[in-house]
């Protein structure tokens, strides 16, 4: 190999842009532009809407091997790109839901039976 690079991305590379911000572009635009290009749903926020916002640092992850269904993991990937990540936060949403089960039955003194 003669180490030169080639002008084409690859897919993965391509694949891990999908979703953020292109912050160069974005600091071209004009605040009109970039309030006329955004999702509708940010339309009519108040101008100190973020001034409350806390920063939350994600947890670090931890690379595993984890065997699944083929049929899971077919869903998952068909899902898109980050189909981890999105495995990941179904995971991370049945823990919340657990552990909350788990304190509305120490609170209502319920158990559940086997």
Sequence with gaps: MNGKRTAKRSRRAEAA???RADL???RKMSE???ERTSPPELAGLLADFWN???VVVPPPKQAISLRVDQDVL???KGQGPRYQTKMNAVLRT???RAK???TDRRTSGK???A
Aim: aromatic share 12%; no cysteine.
């Design 17 to 19: 842009r999908q979703g």
């Design 24 to 26: 160069a572009r974005l």
């Design 32 to 34: 009109r532009e970039i």
């Design 52 to 54: 409350e916002a806390d």
């Design 74 to 76: 077919a869903w998952f």
């Design 94 to 96: 049945f823990i919340s």
């Design 100 to 102: 909350r089960g788990m």
């Design 111 to 113: 158990q559940r039976s």
